[in-house]
């Protein structure tokens, strides 16, 4: 009884070690199929990076949106790594394009196969660095009560194809077909009269802030508010809109007090008329998100004693910047950049100007869509697993 007792106890033992070397052995087989789906599902994301880059080299069914299975194959030795890949891309968005990846590891050593997803947002295309305190694509007079300035050698604090006159006060550098006036402090002039142009063609060459857009992987709206702010009014960033961004499809008249955390857009062919305060800032707590502070499809008019505008970051106004009534005591103060395609300052307007360059608001990289007629580049700018 005591050696059936003995070869009893034997057994169970050689049987639980049995076991629990298969279990070690299965786990380990999981594991090897979890580490080899994921790195199918990271290495879908850069093919897709790859052809989106050099979308000569991709194949035929790779056209967003679409859907495309992939196998990888090592060199040395010639074998196909275990597993394969399924990238689904989406339709461009705001020069992004959202791209789910999914891996699966294969079936052997008896393991089912494991899948692994990953979701990123790729944005394509050459930023455009904003590279001039004051750009305009028409002629501009620095008026006695402007100033334009920028520290940076390589940004001149004024750039047009056209002429520039100075009554005013420019420091650092200007690039025009002719100057005349004042010559700048501590900078050159620059005569090149095939210079292209420094702003963008027209309001229709500047990307459609007003659309929906894709903001970490998820799709958001910017807010529509009215024609007219006759109370005073603060906005920012909301969970629907965190990007802040804000417009109108046609003239906004703003006779109150408007602080905006974000962006204004006056769209349509719409003007903003200013006879209180307008005070825009960048998003604090979003500092890589790059978009422009105030953007105008027609004129900025600057309206009574002692109205004022205050922009941190781009500002774009297609037609330029006008006075109503007595304006003398108004004040326009930008830092950041000033692009006007037409008309630049108008002599209506009497009162100061003063516009400084920073380069920590002027890298946004889907402003000008003309900047975007090829891929040049590629980013991951959400990753999600």
Same mark, same amino acid.
């Given at each position: ?103 699966? @590891? ?150 109150? @007090? ?44 600057? @309206? ?82």
């Amino acid at each position: 009884m005591l050696v059936l007792l003995v070869m009893a106890l034997a057994g169970i033992l050689a049987y639980a070690m049995l076991s629990a070397a298969a279990v070690q052995a299965t786990a380990g087989a999981n594991a090897a199929a979890a580490a080899t789906a994921r790195a199918q599902a990271e290495s879908g994301i850069h093919l897709a990076m790859y052809y989106l880059l050099n979308p000569g080299n991709a194949p035929a069914s790779f056209s967003p949106p679409c859907k495309v299975t992939a196998t990888f194959a090592t060199t040395q030795p010639a074998a196909t790594i275990p597993g394969s890949v399924t990238i689904q891309v989406g339709s461009l968005s705001n020069h992004c394009y959202s791209v789910v990846s999914t891996g699966s @590891s294969d079936s052997s050593a008896g393991v089912n196969p494991v899948m692994r997803t990953i979701t990123a947002e790729i944005q394509v295309g050459s930023p455009l660095q904003i590279n001039q305190a004051g750009a305009f694509d028409s002629p501009i007079t620095v008026g006695l009560n402007a100033t334009f300035s920028s520290p940076n050698p390589n940004a001149p604090a004024i750039a047009s194809n056209n002429a520039v006159i100075n009554d005013g006060h420019i420091t650092g550098n200007v690039t025009a077909q002719t100057f005349s006036g004042t010559p700048p402090t501590n900078g050159s002039v620059t005569l090149a009269p095939a210079i292209s142009p420094p702003a963008p063609a027209s309001y229709q060459s500047v990307n459609d802030y007003t659309q929906p857009y894709v903001y970490q992987g998820t799709l958001y709206y910017p807010v529509l508010i009215g024609s007219s702010i006759s109370t005073a009014t603060s906005l920012g960033p909301t969970p629907g809109n965190p990007l802040g961004i804000y417009y109108t499809t046609g003239n906004l008249n703003v006779s109150k @007090s408007l602080t905006i955390n974000g962006t204004l857009v006056v769209g349509g062919t719409g003007s903003l008329t200013n006879s209180s305060s307008i005070t825009i800032t960048p998003l604090t707590s979003q500092p890589n998100t790059y978009l422009p502070a105030l953007v105008v499809n027609n004129k900025l008019w600057m @309206s009574g004693h002692s109205a004022s505008l205050n922009v941190t970051g781009v500002t774009y106004v297609a037609s330029g910047i006008w006075g109503i009534s007595t304006n003398s005591a108004t004040n326009v103060t930008i830092n950041g950049a000033l692009l006007i395609t037409s008309n630049a300052i108008a002599n209506t307007y009497t009162g100061t100007t003063s516009v400084t360059y920073n380069s920590t608001y002027t890298n946004i990289p889907n402003f000008d869509a003309s900047d975007w007629a090829s891929n040049s580049s590629v980013k991951i700018i959400a990753w999600s697993e």
